[in-house]
């Protein structure tokens, strides 16, 4: 069982930046990947971002590529995403989820991941 907690959400201006965190719980974090995915009001629940279990493998949805920026502290069981040059369009409660995986390339869908956060809600005014 693995319990999350994402924190660092709010509102910031088109053009800001924002760094969540999602805060794990147990001793086995190094074996999940970890991604982030986002819901918007009355559209499904996106990809954002995903790292593997070691940290040496990442993958973004296209739209975030040189924007967003995911990592992780195995040591502090904390996987973290940077958000930079940020659009009205980004607004949305962003999820952090975990994989049970060893895998080099980390999963980005829903299906594939074994537990979810809360959510944080993140707003960006134009």
């Known amino acids: 069982q693995v319990q999350l907690v994402e924190s660092g959400g709010g509102l910031v201006q088109a053009g800001g930046s924002l760094r969540l965190s999602c805060a794990a719980s147990g001793r086995t974090f190094s074996s999940y990947a970890m991604g982030w995915f986002r819901q918007a009001p009355g559209k499904e629940r996106e990809f954002v971002a995903a790292?593997?279990?070691?940290?040496?493998?990442?993958y973004y949805k296209d739209s975030m590529k040189g924007r967003f920026t995911i990592s992780r502290d195995n040591a502090k069981n904390t996987v973290y995403l940077q958000m930079n040059s940020l659009k009205p369009e980004d607004t949305a409660v962003y999820y952090c989820?975990?994989?049970?995986?060893?895998?080099?390339?980390?999963?980005?869908?829903?299906?594939?991941?074994?537990?979810w956060g809360q959510g944080t809600q993140v707003t960006v005014s134009s």
């Open positions: 989820a975990a994989q049970w995986s060893l895998a080099v390339v980390p999963g980005s869908r829903v299906y594939e991941y074994d537990y």
């Open positions: 790292i593997n279990w070691s940290g040496g493998s990442t």
